[in-house]
């Protein structure tokens, strides 16, 4: 009986090692900022978005397209930045326009989190995109030394738990030290 006991603990543990030795790690803002995912993912071919409000740290997909995360910083430092709760309030107003736009959108969750004694804007939504595809999309922010940080994740196959899954997990996955 403990014999089996330990060969059922034995699978599970090497089980898990695989599951996090599947999952590629996403270092960026010279390695204060980690996430990690499952999806294999690679540089963008989209052209790069142009801003005078923030620079893109990082834009990447999948080979197929289904799946994106998409990092951005503040260009400019403010010396008093908003609250994170006023970054929400305006967050949830603009994307709630896409209610009236957007088939099928529909809010899941809007909020200000706390992770390692930081807050985060936390915003999810879905909806159908022009292509018909059903979109799950997550976003987390907050303020790095007076610039603002977005992480976007979104999958185009939310109808598969697994993708909607891969979402959550990334989210989930950020590390930011100071």
């Known amino acids: 009986m403990r014999m089996r006991f330990y060969i059922i603990l034995g699978v599970v543990l090497l089980w ?3 599951e996090v030795a599947k999952a590629k790690e996403i270092r960026l803002l010279d390695g204060h900022l980690s996430l990690a995912t499952q999806v294999e993912v690679s540089p963008s071919s989209r052209a790069p978005t142009q801003s005078e409000r923030f620079s893109v740290l990082s834009d990447l997909t999948s080979s197929d397209g289904s799946f994106s995360v998409l990092v951005t910083y503040g260009k400019h430092s403010l010396d008093r930045p908003p609250s994170v709760a ?9 994307y709630s326009s896409l209610n009236e736009k957007a088939r099928h959108f529909h809010w899941i969750d809007h909020r200000v989190i706390e992770r390692n ?3 985060w804007a936390e915003i999810c939504f879905s909806h159908d995109n022009d292509s018909g595809a059903h979109v799950y999309t997550r976003c987390v922010s907050c303020f790095v030394h ?3 940080l977005e992480i ?5 196959r939310a109808a598969e738990s697994a993708q909607k899954g891969y979402v959550d997990e990334l989210i989930g996955s950020i590390r930011l030290t100071s």
């Open 117 to 119: 004694g930081r807050q």
């Open 86 to 94: 006023d970054v929400l309030r305006g967050k949830v107003s603009s």
């Open 146 to 148: 007076g610039h603002l």
């Open 16 to 18: 898990v090692a695989a």
């Open 152 to 156: 976007w994740a979104l999958t185009r």
